[in-house]
């Protein structure tokens, strides 16, 4: 592991804010630490949990990249979200005691696990552990909220400037550029995610580059007018 991948591990975590609350003392944080001493590989190409399989844990990603989707009624793999290093998935477990979608590896991960049981045990004798992971929560909801507002109402245009400024700003709260970004996920899989044609990401990745917006060279992309994007998004806002 680089001094990169370990800085994004502990302390840009969410995780680092399960294992170590504000204020606790020596002996809660070494019961917190048990409860986190499991980790998992996954190989890419590999899953997390399956949709239906019985709700267990929580996982903070320390490395690597993930994709949740669900299969709709045509077969097809409806992708609704992307998680990175440093946050936490498997939230969607807790509601009715079993996971609602598929969690994939799109690049070789390693998560920690922890034992939902567990947590919720702790968290009722230590407050700042309950704070925590409500909080966790919640940021996870906003955020879904966020991409229910993106796919209601915006052309194809705003919902890939808003998809790109969201990612680029994750991946900065964890010490990458604020410009510069692999997408470990396919055209399709955006478009999956976005409700838009594979045809159309494509043309409209095509059309940011023609704008001098972006450079894309494959997988690879760099933002070269940020403020651009802002607009395209906030044009929208400004419609309504």
Do not use: W
């Amino acid at each position: 592991m680089n001094p990169q991948t370990i800085k994004v591990a502990c302390s840009n975590c969410n995780l680092r804010e399960l294992c170590m609350p504000v204020g606790l003392n020596e002996q809660q944080l070494q019961r917190i630490d048990d409860i986190v001493a499991v980790r998992r590989k996954i190989k890419r190409g590999g899953t997390l949990f399956r949709n239906g399989e019985a709700f267990t844990s929580l996982y903070a990603i320390r490395t690597g990249f993930f994709k949740t989707c669900v299969a709709t009624e045509d077969g097809r793999d409806q992708v609704t979200g992307f998680q990175m290093a440093g946050e936490i998935i498997g939230l969607d477990g807790i509601v009715n005691d079993h996971h609602t979608c598929d969690a994939i590896a799109l690049e070789d991960a390693e998560v920690c696990v922890m034992p939902f049981d567990r947590i919720e045990e702790l968290s009722r004798e230590v407050n700042a552990l309950q704070h925590h992971v409500h909080k966790i929560m919640s940021r996870e909801i906003v955020r879904e909220h966020g991409v229910m507002l993106l796919l209601g109402s915006m052309r194809a245009e705003e919902r890939l400037a808003a998809f790109l400024l969201n990612l680029v700003q994750r991946l900065h709260a964890r010490g990458f550029s604020q410009s510069e970004l692999v997408l470990r996920m396919t055209r399709e899989e955006i478009g999956s995610y976005l409700g838009l044609k594979l045809e159309t990401v494509s043309r409209t990745f095509s059309k940011f580059v023609e704008d001098g917006t972006v450079e894309v060279k494959q997988r690879h992309v760099r933002i070269l007018d940020t403020e651009a994007l802002k607009r395209i998004v906030n044009s929208q806002q400004a419609c309504h």
